[in-house]
């Protein structure tokens, strides 16, 4: 059905389709899918990123929480930067750079040593 749904970031109303009897949970969540604000952007731009955190994290769910924790607090400006050191021995680095670019790296350290 077509029907007019508000944006939950910048509360502007739009157009939508949405399937019929759909909740107004349902339609505002389609409005603001469809919204080109910068909050509904930013959103979706984060919504895409746990998506890769998750991936990230697939072997350790418990992990992959806390840093979707921390990316909502380097999202609100409360870190910049964390570090995370699985018993797994790898190490997770979450952070943001100055044009709000989240970027999270996890690594493992391979060191080959041999003595006589
Ligand atoms: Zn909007």
Do not use: H, W
């Not at 895409?48 to 929480?65: A, L, Q």
Request: with cysteine.
């Amino acid at each position: 059905m077509d029907t007019t749904g508000t944006c939950k970031y910048c509360g502007q109303t739009r157009a939508v389709r949405v399937p019929k009897d759909s909740p107004e949970e349902v339609i505002d969540e389609t409005a603001t899918a469809e919204c080109n604000c910068p909050g509904a952007k930013t959103a979706r731009k984060v919504e895409n990123f746990m998506d890769k955190v998750v991936e990230i994290f697939e072997d350790i769910p418990e992990v992959s929480k806390l840093a979707q924790e921390a990316i909502g607090l380097i999202n609100n400006n409360k870190i910049q930067k964390i570090t995370i050191m699985p018993i797994d021995g790898t190490k997770v680095t979450i952070s943001s750079n100055l044009k709000g670019q989240l970027k999270i790296t996890r690594e493992r350290k391979i060191k080959k040593e041999v003595t006589e």
